[in-house]
């Protein structure tokens, strides 16, 4: 049976990355696509 220190560190592990994939895919949103700003892309590009 595990102590109570090994239950509350895979706790604090399991809510750690799920926390931190929580905000990657939130600061993710929207940034698929055309990496370039309008500004930037030069006129003779194609895509």
């Known amino acids: 049976m595990r102590n109570l220190a ?14 931190l ?9 929207g940034k698929r696509g055309d990496p370039y700003r309008p500004a930037e892309v030069s006129s003779t590009s194609t895509s």
């Open 6 to 19: 090994s239950t509350s560190l895979i706790r604090f592990l399991v809510l750690t990355t799920l926390g």
């Open 21 to 29: 994939s929580l905000m990657t895919s939130l600061s993710a949103c």
